[in-house]
């Protein structure tokens, strides 16, 4: 019995998510929750999660198709 697997390439689109997502997954992390635990729970890779608090650190968090999200300072 032959058994013929046509081989094709799948695209997966690219996960866009709010600034809003972004910004309570980071505040968890600034709380204390390790990334890998924040990551797992919300269904995240680790490495998009450690680059969101890395960019909120220097105010350049953005959202999805959105410009640079900067807190407001007063």
């Known amino acids: 019995m032959d058994v013929t697997i046509e081989s094709k390439t799948m695209n997966i689109p690219k996960q866009e998510y709010t600034a ?12 204390g929750q ?3 635990a924040v990551a797992r729970e919300l269904g995240l890779v680790g490495r998009n999660l450690r680059n969101w608090v890395k960019a909120a650190a220097v105010g350049k968090l953005n959202g999805a198709g959105a410009k640079v999200v900067q807190r407001f300072r007063h």
Not at 20 to 31: C, D, H, S, Y
């Open 20 to 31: 809003g997502f972004k910004e309570l997954a980071v505040k968890r992390v600034k709380e």
């Open 34 to 36: 390790s990334i890998g």
